[in-house]
């Protein structure tokens, strides 16, 4: 039996080969064959770790998760303001480098696949709420330092991931009037007009031509 350490490292290298198969191929089109070559390893040392193609999927999205959050550790643990944190969030997750648009697309497979699959269904709403708990815990902090607009903390968190997650989509589709930067500003946009408090010291010039629209108009 191969050394712990080993172990750790082999089911790294299989999960991050899996991913790739799914963000390539799909995830209805993942076959151990190809993990295992792109992996560099034998089928049979893929079954070693992973029962069936389904438990290998799973690990795979839970691995893909862990690895968005560590990428993002720095934001999770930042001490700047929760405007600045959200806009960071935006940064972060914008499909603009390979990794990122990697990982957007094994996403992607997961919420194609969750209506057909309980066992999917629920990987999703744990890994995924999750994450939307990580953001509403941010709403909720810049709202106790008068940052963040008043509202529910997860409905505003909600909002803003759902924004991103549809753009982000429609980005990875090709849409040639939603490119990542137009993404990008849609989203900022949003942050800094509905999510900052009247009073934030970040600049809002969508709330600001508002206000001087109304004020012209009065």
């Not at 995924?128 to 008043?150: K, L, N, P, S, T």
């Amino acid at each position: 039996m191969p050394r712990p350490s080993v172990e750790v490292e082999r089911r790294a290298q299989i999960l991050r080969a899996t991913c790739r198969v799914i963000a390539e191929n799909g995830l209805r089109n993942l076959r151990i064959s190809d993990v295992a070559r792109l992996a560099g390893l034998s089928g049979g040392t893929v079954h070693y770790y992973f029962d069936t193609k389904q438990d290998l999927a799973q690990a795979a999205f839970e691995d893909c998760f862990e690895r968005s959050l560590e990428r993002r550790r720095w934001l999770l643990d930042s001490r700047a303001d929760a405007v600045t944190r959200l806009r960071q969030v935006v940064d972060s997750y914008v499909p603009g480098t390979p990794e990122t648009v990697e990982a957007w697309k094994v996403w992607v497979e997961l919420w194609a696949e969750s209506p057909r699959s309980p066992r999917l269904r629920e990987l999703n709403e744990r890994l995924y709420g999750e994450w939307r708990r990580i953001v509403a815990a941010i709403v909720r902090d810049g709202q106790a330092r008068g940052q963040v607009a008043d509202g529910d903390p997860l409905v505003l968190a909600n909002m803003l991931v759902g924004m991103i997650d549809g753009l982000a989509v429609q980005v990875l589709a090709g849409s040639q009037s939603l490119t990542a930067d137009r993404m990008r500003t849609t989203c900022l946009e949003f942050v800094d007009t509905v999510l900052a408090a009247q009073n934030s010291p970040h600049p809002v010039p969508g709330r600001r031509a508002r206000a001087q629209s109304t004020s012209d108009n009065a």
